[in-house]
């Protein structure tokens, strides 16, 4: 059984996210042929596998005497982690940190079952081999330094996640402005359809007003704006003069759009 001081458990869950920071930044780096710094903070701490270290020696620690038992509870416990971390964080800020979506008998991208066998190999790993030696290590620090050590790193974490917090929040409230953006100039450009189709007039494909990422859409409404401005002077019937207000209010609304979009 584990019998640790809470300043331990701390230093502990600190070491393994450093190290997992490693681990994975390394991985990501190799795959993708440039230097990565994986995680939610900025500093070398990757908390997901702080915590999935800590709950594997916990959901372990009662079937220490049966290996295949402590890897059947590193899986359940580190995919329901994963699974319930996955889903807050994209609820809390829009952005997936991780997606499975393209291996094999995933749930929703959040899980999938070779990370789950994964986890249960790395619970044993850890129990058996890996934590016997970090224990060893840490027991071989004083405890006074230990503690101090584990303050600094306290304070420098909460910083960084105060930073890193704010940060994911802007970019979740950034997401949210480009997608309302691009909502309201589809109406503006489904609108401008409407007033060319009652007076008459052919506005040929209708590829860009259907969908599209914001620039397609934004060339789309200039141009049909462009043609209208050129069938204004070409033509003075009622329909035109009696859309003139409303031409007006959807060109305010386009400008006001694009320099939110900016």
Known sequence: MYSYTMI???FFFYLYCFAGWLFESAYVSIDSRKLTNRGFLRGPFLP???CGAIMMLLVSQPFQDNIFLVYIAGCVGATALEYVTGVLMEKLFKVRYWDYSEKKFNYKGH???ESSLLWGFFTVMMTRFLHVQVEKFVFLIPYKAL???TVIITVLIAMDFALSFKAAIDIKDLLATMENTKKELQNIQK???NIFTAAGESIGSRKDAIVGGIDEIKNGIEDKLERLKK???SRHDAYLESRKGEINELVRR???NVELRN
């Open 8 to 10: 331990q458990w701390m």
């Open 48 to 50: 997901l596998y702080g």
């Open 111 to 113: 899980i999938c079952l």
């Open 147 to 149: 503690s101090v050590i």
């Open 191 to 193: 609108r401008l359809d």
């Open 231 to 233: 069938l204004a002077l």
């Open 254 to 256: 386009y400008a006001v």
